[in-house]
């Protein structure tokens, strides 16, 4: 590219950026410009060949009960500790706050755990350095206030990052002290590093990436699975949670990629479930078991269309229609790549008939929404998708649960994914100028064969809370994910090579302010067994549409 080109093309950028239409978000999850009581601080802790803990294996057992981190024993955990033993790069971050996390990069496989001790473990995914011999011009740094990395970015500051960084399609701010600037290749992170750009802002260190972004689509099945046409079994998407608007209509919510045109994601790739599925069948030289129940996934009557609106939704593997799209928070654009124009990745489904979502045996209920802030400061995550009741009439009269792994069939029904807050991203839309703001967490599954997939999760929920409380609340919906790859050596640098990824990054768009002020609805199931550590449901119950109970607001 020419000088003058890059000339022309940074004003331009400039100039779309105070056009840009920034997303609606409650003022208390803007709160950045805190005090500090230190400056944010990162420590490498190193490995330790000392043997004060003992032989390995028993320093190992030590490093999972030791309950605090201090100086004394923090190479401990750093060696010992299978989260962080498995990363190149392990420190300390203390947050301006004054409050310490562990940090961890470039892995050699997944982390384990949510926390090493009496700290959290956050992950920080591959990206480049800027290139300082090559291109020594820095950038001045038009923030000038520490960003707190477990709020939000305001619109003053997504203006702020467009101009300094003029080609950048969007940003990702990591609770482990770092911000990644995407970029659609690398072509354009150089030339961003030509005219200069500040390896610092707001007090975080700066790094770049060309994201790899997947809408959660993939589906491996067992038992009855999912479909994308009648009595097919390819998925296209999973529900929600059945909400009642503020005008009374009671819809479901799924994603909206699953019923549309999706650039660069070819079927091919959605029926490779299936046919792992009907292998594994094939090999035990049996047919894949009948049970009463599947998940509460959906499929499209039309999937190469290119709005979802008025197409009509059925329950996979089943000829049951579940309703039609009636509404749409999206603008899919039919030849840019994932998520360009998706503001919320989400649909409505309305005319459902009477059918709702019901919580997973053992599982909480889904009552209402969370706190953001709760969520952002380390509050505890899993991972769950609804059953869908099919009414009294229906042969099947709830749907539930795939899993990835013949192994893991039976755990799911009484285990959801732990999972952590990682971080918050934002894509700048160059074509509709609009910003889409989404949550990014991790995945702790007890089964380690889900780190890879979301197996069948694409619209499921994020809810803060334990799997052995009574009630939860809704975070956010699973939309897309990214992967965490295997770092190389090359020329003395690490850099990420996406042939091998570890593990992938969750997340979820935010959710429109009519989605929050919605109710969420639902029906209790009945469970043929009991548990005293999760929570009881009363035998044999049917609860009518008349009293089912429903909780609204952020709590």
């Known amino acids: 590219m020419s000088e003058t080109t890059a000339k022309t093309k940074r004003v331009k950028t400039m100039t779309l950026a105070k056009g840009y239409r920034y997303p609606e978000i409650p003022e208390a999850l803007l709160d950045h410009r805190y005090e500090q009581s230190q400056h944010a601080e990162y420590r490498v802790v190193a490995f330790t060949t000392s043997t004060a803990w003992g032989p390995g294996s028993v320093a190992a057992s030590r490093a999972q009960v ?57 992950v920080v995914p591959g990206a480049y350095p800027i290139d300082t011999l090559h291109y020594p011009l820095a950038g001045r740094d038009t923030i000038h206030y520490a960003i707190n990395p477990r709020r939000l970015l305001s619109s003053e500051d997504i203006h702020q990052f467009a101009d300094m960084f003029p080609r950048a399609i969007g940003l990702q701010i990591f609770i482990a002290g770092r911000i990644h600037v995407l970029y659609q290749d690398r072509t354009y992170v150089e030339a961003d590093w030509r005219e200069g750009v500040p390896q610092q802002v707001g007090g975080l260190a700066v790094q770049f990436s060309v994201p790899s972004i997947i809408p959660s689509q993939a589906e491996l099945t067992y038992r009855q699975g999912v479909a994308a046409k009648k009595d ?60 009463e129940s599947l998940t509460g996934h959906v499929r499209s009557s039309d ?96 749907v539930f649960g795939t899993v990835t792994g013949e192994e893991a069939q ?11 807050a990682e971080g918050h991203q934002y894509f700048f839309d160059r074509e509709t100028l609009d910003v889409s703001v989404a949550l990014l967490w991790r995945v702790v599954p007890k089964d380690q064969t889900r780190n890879m997939t979301v197996s069948g999760f694409s619209g499921s929920v994020l809810c803060l809370g334990r799997p052995s409380d009574r009630t939860a609340k809704a975070v956010v919906f699973q939309n897309f994910e990214f992967p965490v790859c295997i770092p190389r050596i090359e020329g003395g640098r690490i850099v990420e090579s996406h042939d091998m990824p570890t593990f992938n990054i969750k997340a979820g768009f935010l959710l429109p ?33 008349e009293s089912r109970r429903s909780v609204s607001g952020p709590q």
């Open 66 to 122: 030791e309950p605090t981190v201090t100086r004394d024993n923090e190479q401990l955990f750093r060696t010992y500790h299978p989260s962080l033993s498995c990363a190149m790069t392990v420190g300390i971050f203390t947050e301006g706050s004054g409050r310490a996390i562990w940090y961890a990069e470039h892995f050699q496989s997944a982390p384990t755990h949510t926390h090493a001790g009496d700290l959290e473990v956050h």
């Open 513 to 545: 302010k009519e989605i929050l002020e919605s109710e969420i609805v639902y029906t209790e199931r009945s469970v043929s067994q009991r548990l005293s550590s999760f929570p009881a449901r009363q035998l044999g119950r049917e609860v009518s549409a």
């Open 232 to 291: 097919s079994r390819i998925a296209t998407g999973c529900l929600g949670v059945s909400l009642r608007l503020p005008d009374g209509e009671v819809v479901a919510t799924t994603v909206t990629h699953g019923f549309v045109h999706l650039p660069g994601v070819g079927y091919l790739s959605r029926a490779v479930g299936l046919f792992d599925k009907l292998k594994k069948s094939l090999l035990r030289l049996r047919w894949p078991p009948q049970q």
């Open 410 to 420: 039976e755990a799911i029904l009484t285990e959801a994914d732990d999972a952590m």
């Open 303 to 398: 999937p190469a269309g290119n709005s979802p609106v008025g197409k009509e939704v059925w329950v996979a593997a089943t000829n049951c229609r579940l309703g039609t799209i009636g509404h749409t928070f999206d603008r899919p654009s039919r030849y840019l790549p994932y998520p360009h124009g998706y503001g919320h990745d989400l649909s409505l489904v309305s005319d459902c008939l009477g059918r709702t979502l019901v919580p997973q045996p053992y599982l909480p209920t889904v009552d209402g929404w969370a706190d953001m802030r709760k969520v952002l400061d380390g509050g505890p995550l899993f991972l769950t998708a609804q059953l869908l009741h099919l009414g009294p009439h229906a042969t099947n009269k709830s």
